[in-house]
T-cell receptor, first 109, second 117 residues
Framework: GQNIDQPTEMTATEGAIVQINCTYQTSGFNGLFWYQQHAGEAPTFLSY??LDGLEEKGRFSSFLSRSKGYSYLLLKELQMKDSASYLCAVKDSNYQLIWGAGTKLIIKP | SAVISQKPSRDICQRGTSLTIQCQVDSQVTMMFWYRQQPGQSLTLIATANQGSEATYESGFVIDKFPISRPNLTFSTLTVSNMSPEDSSIYLC??????????????FGEGSRLTVL
């Protein structure tokens, strides 16, 4: 079967760095996405990785290792507004998106 | 990017009734997707709404329960029929952000939060 695993919840301190991991087992791979979802709101796109390596976009970076079936989202200089759920999703060989359950990130002052 | 409007944003419904959710996009799109997100859970694709043909339903979802209309390239509706408390969820409309299958992100509507009593 197809599976996306990510931690259910993480806590970090304002100003710090946090890494949210995602491991996947899918039938084929055509890209990995990270989305941010604030409580009561729709998901918004953060990043897309299709090749191995690190993609940096401001305070957020996303890393992919296809051989390991692994990705992480790195958030630097954490702000209170970063408190949200972070969803990992993989596009499989049929270009269908498989979603993780999301990681709820709690930022403390 | 696409701007997607969904309504209603939330509703409280009685068991056995049906509710139709509308999704309006500010540009023409070939595919529109309907997702369900139950509390604390992942997004689950219900169906893909194609203009000019019947919607394509995912395993576990049937047309009688979730009829979909797609009258043109900017609009779609999802009806949740004969509702039960298990249908309490957020329903999200989304469209792809680019051209072709190599494109990246999905854009989502604000979601419709349904509570069935």
């Amino acid at each position: 079967g197809q599976n996306i695993d990510q931690p259910t919840e993480m806590t970090a301190t304002e100003g710090a760095i946090v890494q949210i991991n995602c491991t996947y087992q899918t039938s084929g791979f055509n890209g990995l996405f990270w989305y941010q979802q604030h409580a009561g709101e729709a998901p918004t796109f953060l990043s897309y990785n299709v090749l191995d390596g690190l993609e940096e976009k401001g305070r957020f970076s996303s890393f992919l290792s296809r051989s390991k079936g692994y990705s992480y989202l790195l958030l630097k200089e954490l702000q209170m507004k970063d408190s949200a759920s972070y969803l990992c999703a993989v596009k499989d060989s049929n270009y269908q998106l498989i979603w993780g359950a999301g990681t709820k990130l709690i930022i403390k002052p | 990017s696409a701007v997607i409007s969904q309504k209603p944003s939330r509703d409280i419904c009685q068991r056995g009734t049906s509710l139709t959710i509308q999704c309006q996009v500010d540009s023409q799109v070939t595919m529109m997707f309907w997702y369900r997100q139950q509390p604390g859970q992942s997004l689950t694709l219900i169906a893909t709404a194609n203009q000019g043909s019947e919607a394509t339903y995912e395993s576990g979802f049937v047309i009688d329960k979730f009829p979909i209309s797609r009258p043109n390239l900017t609009f779609s509706t999802l009806t949740v029929s004969n509702m039960s408390p298990e249908d309490s969820s957020i329903y999200l409309c989304s469209v792809p952000g680019g051209w072709g299958q190599e494109s990246g992100e999905l854009f989502f509507g604000e979601g419709s939060r349904l509570t069935v009593l």
